[in-house]
């Protein structure tokens, strides 16, 4: 059985930077994908970062050149380090894992497995 969680949320000031990890557990990484998503309150879930098995990197637009998704597949870790801040950052923010090959990046519908979400919240 496949679980996620996450770790590593919290509040921080406009300008700050946080980091997340996502701990993988009876996970297979070959020909699959990861990724971060984040939901804001009254808004869609939506796409952060996606990385796959060789490290190969998708970025929603709205994060690229703050935000880096990365992980370390030996530990079964993924992480997403967070810099620059705004407050249109505070979100719930989501590890999901299980994308194939072929299918579309960032997309809600690609992942097959979620974890609970860690609590992101960026003050002005």
């Known amino acids: 059985q496949v679980q996620l969680v996450e770790s590593g949320g919290g509040s921080v000031q406009s300008g700050g930077s946080l980091r997340l990890s996502c701990a993988a557990s009876?996970?297979?990484?070959?020909?699959?994908?990861m990724g971060w998503f984040r939901q804001a309150p009254g808004k869609e879930r939506e796409g952060v970062g996606d990385?796959?098995?060789?490290?190969?990197?998708w970025y929603a637009d709205s994060v690229k050149g703050r935000f880096a998704i990365s992980q370390d597949v030996a530990k079964n870790m993924l992480y997403l380090q967070m810099n620059s801040l705004k407050p249109g950052d505070t979100a719930v923010y989501y590890c999901?894992?299980?994308?194939?090959?072929?299918?579309?990046?960032?997309?809600?519908?690609?992942?097959?497995?979620w974890g609970q979400g860690t609590q992101v919240t960026v003050s002005s």
């Open positions: 999901a894992a299980g994308r194939p090959y072929g299918t579309a990046a960032l997309a809600v519908s690609s992942y097959r497995y």
């Open positions: 009876g996970y297979t990484y070959s020909g699959r994908a």
């Open positions: 990385i796959t098995d060789i490290g190969t990197i």
